[in-house]
Each structure stands twice: as structure tokens, then as C-alpha cells.
């Protein structure tokens, strides 16, 4: 399975910046066919930086999106839409599950919205610091991997890659935590074989899982050598490009 790493700008950037960004990274990553480079800007950017990409060298996500195709929903981007312009799309991200109040249903509906169209939903799962507390992450993981995949097939499963990112250990959350390797293990096990009783062991074993929370170059290789975690979701470390091309050298190295 290839290493993903994954950039993700939040609402960083103008289009100007994210394009010279764009620009700079492509020059300095060589082309390294195990390693997955996939940066998310924001949605103003996707159009002309999907002109500029090299997509044999990395591809573009979506941070958002909606899964009507069409219709009176203002201010959403649909699938629809996205689709030519981006390989990959976030979905249930904590930000959006927190503050724009997404639930497991929505969420469900964008992961099946995205497979239909041909676009590999990223679905972002993990529990807060208060559920950690008091003994709830085992039953929130569940509850939101069954609920975002509801609608896949397990033939369609292998379209779908996993983020688990614990709200404890996101740079953005107040008091933010990094998380230890032996904690990944964990839940990443946990993931694992809620997939392999859901829908099997061969396939359960196709899904890419990601570790995401306040990754930088001085603890991406540590977190790329959990067993069973299968690349990592920067945020704000990908804001700064060195850091970014540090941590995807990195990724190169583990995986060789
Ligand atoms: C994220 O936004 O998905 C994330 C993990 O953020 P950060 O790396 O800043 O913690």
C-alpha cells in the first residue's frame, strides 16, 4: 500500500499564495511513485491549481463538499462540481463535525455522495478529550466508522481511505496534546477490526488508514511506523512548505 501524506490549509491562503505554494512543492518533490503527495486547499484554489498540478506527482483535495449534485443549496459545492478537478475530498472533519455541527448522518451521505462520484472521500474520525475521559473513544470510533461508511458497499470500500484524528491532539484545539505512538496503536487496531467484522478481512485490509493531530518532521516518522497506520493528515505543519517537504522526505524514508 502506498504512504499518504496529506496537506491540509484549512482556510489558509489566498489563491496567489496557494498556487506559488503549489509551485515551489512540485519543484522540490521528485516524482515517488509509493508515496501519495495530495494537498487540500480551499475550495477558490481548486480550479486553477488543478490546472497547474502535475498529477503523476500529486494530487488535489477538496476540503469540504456536498453530495446533491444540483439544486437550491446555497453556498454548497457539490460533488458534481469537484469532480475532474480534485482526486480526493475530506469529509467529517472536526472542524466541521464541532463547529459547523456535521453528524454521522451528513457525514454518511457525503462519504456515499463522494464514491459515487468517483472521488476518494478521506473520513475523518476521532474522539474528544472529554469522551477519552470518561472511556467513550472505543464506542465514539465505532459509531462514527459505521456511520460515515453506512451507505458504502463493501465492494466499494476500497475507495474509502480513514483519518483518524483524536480532537485532543488537532494543533487548533486549546491545550492540544500530542498523541503518543502506543495510543495510535490502539485505536488504529481498533479501526482495523471494525472494518474486518463489518465487511471482511480482505478488504479491511485495503483501506488506508491515516493519523492526523498536530504532525510535524520531528514525530512523522514515529507516527508512519504505528502498525497499521498507513500515511498522515497535516495541518498546520503543511502551512509551511519546508516543514511539509521535510515530513514527506521523511515518509519516503520510512517506507523504503
Ligand atoms: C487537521 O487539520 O486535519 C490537523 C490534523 O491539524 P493539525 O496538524 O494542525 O493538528
Same mark, same amino acid.
Given at each position: ?109 457525503? !462519504?456515499? @455522495? %463522494? ?6 472521500? $478521506?473520513?475523518? /474520525? ?6 477519552? &475521559? ?99 493528515? !497535516?495541518? @498546520? %505543519? ?6 511539509? $517537504?521535510?515530513? /514527506? ?6 517506507? &523504503?
Amino acid at each position: 500500500m502506498k504512504t499518504y501524506i496529506v496537506g491540509n490549509f484549512k482556510l489558509n491562503f489566498t489563491v496567489g499564495e496557494a498556487s506559488i505554494y503549489l509551485h515551489k512543492l512540485l519543484k522540490a518533490v521528485p516524482n515517488y511513485r509509493d508515496i501519495e503527495v495530495v494537498v487540500a486547499p480551499s475550495t477558490v484554489a481548486l480550479q486553477p491549481l488543478s490546472l497547474q498540478i502535475d498529477r503523476h506527482k500529486m494530487k488535489l483535495a477538496a476540503q469540504n463538499g456536498f453530495y446533491r449534485d444540483f439544486g437550491a443549496y446555497t453556498g454548497e459545492t457539490s460533488f458534481s462540481q469537484l469532480r475532474g478537478l480534485v482526486d480526493y475530498v475530506i469529509i467529517g472533519h472536526s472542524e466541521r463535525r464541532h463547529i459547523f455541527g456535521e453528524d454521522d448522518k451528513f457525514i454518511q451521505k457525503k !462519504v456515499a @455522495g %463522494a464514491v459515487r462520484n468517483k472521488l476518494t472521500p $478521506i473520513l475523518c /474520525i476521532g474522539e474528544t478529550e472529554s469522551e477519552r &475521559a470518561f472511556g467513550e473513544t472505543a464506542d465514539v470510533i465505532r459509531d462514527q466508522v459505521l456511520g460515515g461508511l453506512a451507505d458504502v458497499s463493501a465492494e466499494d470500500l476500497d475507495k474509502v481511505i480513514l483519518a483518524y484524528e483524536p480532537v485532543w491532539a488537532i494543533s487548533s484545539t486549546k491545550a492540544a496534546k500530542e498523541a503518543t505512538p502506543g495510543e495510535i496503536a490502539e485505536v488504529v487496531k481498533l479501526i482495523r477490526e471494525i472494518l474486518k467484522d463489518t465487511y471482511g478481512v480482505k478488504v479491511a485490509e485495503k483501506v488506508p488508514i491515516l493519523f492526523g493531530g498536530s504532525v510535524k518532521k520531528t514525530n512523522a516518522g514515529a507516527y508512519l511506523m504505528v502498525p497499521g497506520v498507513n500515511g498522515l493528515l !497535516v495541518g @498546520g %505543519a503543511s502551512l509551511i512548505l519546508s516543514e511539509f $517537504i521535510d515530513i /514527506i522526505e521523511i515518509a519516503k524514508r520510512v517506507s &523504503a
